[in-house]
C-alpha cells in the first residue's frame, strides 16, 4: 500500500509539473506578445512625437517668415492645434497651461470668423472694416491694425512652441 501510495504521488507530481510547464509556457508566450505590443505602440506614439516636434519646428520659422496677417492666424490654430494634443498630459505645467489657454482663448474669440463674418468684432471686424473702407482709412492704421494681429500671433506661437518644445524634450 505504501508502494502504491508513493507511486500515485509521483504520478500527481508529474502531471502537476507538466500543468505547470504548460502554465509557465503559455506565460512566457503571452508575456513575449505583450512586449512585442508594448514596443510597437512605444515607437508609435515617439514617432507621432517626433512628427508633430517637426512641425512646431517648421510652424515656428513659417511665423517668423511670414508677412501675411492670414497667414499668421493660420499657423497660429495650427499651433493650437498641436497644443491641445498635448496640453494636459503627463510633465504638464499647470500654471504655464492656464497661462497658454487664457491666450489661446482670447486669440479664438478675437479671430473667430463664422460663414466668413467676424463674430462681435475682433481682430477680424478691426482688419474687415480696414479692407471695406480703405479709402476711408490712413494706410497708418491699416498698418498698424495689420501688425497688431501679426505680432499677437507670433507671441503666441513663440509661448506655445517654447512651452511643447520643453515638455517634449521631457519624454
Known amino acids: ?18 500543468q505547470a510547464q504548460v502554465k509557465m509556457f503559455f506565460a512566457i508566450r503571452l508575456s513575449f506578445v505583450l512586449a512585442v505590443l508594448f514596443c510597437l505602440t512605444g515607437n508609435g506614439s ?8 517637426n512641425r ?4 515656428q520659422i513659417r511665423s517668423q517668415q511670414s ?25 504638464s505645467n499647470v500654471l504655464r497651461e492656464a497661462q497658454l489657454n487664457s491666450q489661446v482663448n482670447d486669440f479664438k ?25 480703405a479709402d476711408a482709412v490712413p494706410d497708418n492704421v491699416k498698418k498698424d491694425a495689420e501688425n497688431f494681429v501679426k505680432s499677437s500671433t507670433k507671441v503666441l506661437v513663440r509661448g506655445i512652441y517654447d ?3 520643453g515638455k517634449m524634450k521631457q519624454h
Open 67 to 91: 508677412a501675411d496677417a492670414n497667414t499668421q492666424v493660420d499657423i497660429a490654430y495650427e499651433v493650437i492645434g498641436i497644443y491641445d494634443k498635448y496640453k494636459g498630459k503627463r510633465g
Open 46 to 53: 515617439a514617432r507621432m512625437l517626433d512628427a508633430d516636434r
Open 1 to 18: 500500500m505504501a508502494a502504491y501510495k508513493r507511486k500515485v504521488v509521483h504520478v500527481w507530481i508529474y502531471q502537476f509539473t507538466i
Open 56 to 59: 512646431l519646428q517648421q510652424l
Open 163 to 165: 512651452y511643447l518644445m
Open 109 to 133: 474669440r478675437k479671430t473667430m470668423v463664422i460663414d466668413g463674418v467676424p463674430a462681435q468684432g475682433g481682430v477680424w471686424g478691426i482688419l474687415g472694416a480696414i479692407k471695406k473702407a
